[in-house]
């Protein structure tokens, strides 16, 4: 007997046994839809949460409503304490401009500066040593090197294998060229 499930549109399961074949893996879409002034926002994530927005907004008024309504939410605490500790010992700083900040953000970004990029790394022979793709990182990061043990290694980034690489050998090539002089 086959169990019907919430997702049972992305996934299969046997006739015979109650397990999963295949579930279909990918990276979650939101849009949100806000009236004709402003058609549609579209968020892509890797199923984490995203890096401490706590809303969006169309216009700064709203932003402010709600940074003020959060301050005042935090404000109920400041009295309280657990252990001898203060619930609320920020609400001062808060309310210096401190806390919940606004900030106004194009909606179409251009894409070479958001995250996802190629992480390679090399020895000082310019031999790759390690490659991975990051949803943390963006491409248009700058290069590092640094030591490990005896050697140096240098990390870059792309949008690509091949241009991460490039990129890593040639900040090697430089950074080795500065150590010798």
Known sequence: MLRRSFFHHSERRSHRQDFRIGPKVGYRIFGIYSGDAMKKIWLTTDGRPHDSVLGIFTTREGAERYREQLIERYALGKNLSLMGKPLA?????????????????????????????????????????????????????????????????????????????????????????????
């Not at 606004?102 to 909606?107: K, M, P, Q, S, T």
């Not at 390690?130 to 700058?142: D, G, I, R, V």
Request: hydrophobic share 40%; with cysteine; aromatic share 6%.
């Open 89 to 181: 010992h920020d609400v001062d700083s808060w309310r210096l401009g401190l806390g919940p900040d606004i900030a106004e953000r194009v909606l179409d970004e251009n894409f070479e500066f958001l995250r996802g990029a190629w992480v390679v790394k090399v020895d000082e022979t310019c031999r790759m040593i390690a490659c991975e793709f990051s949803t943390k990182l963006k491409p248009s990061h700058p290069p590092a090197t640094y030591r490990v043990g005896i050697h140096r290694v240098c990390q870059a980034h792309g949008m690509t294998p091949h241009a991460a690489l490039d990129a890593a050998r040639k900040a090697m090539v430089s950074h080795l060229g500065r150590a010798r002089t």
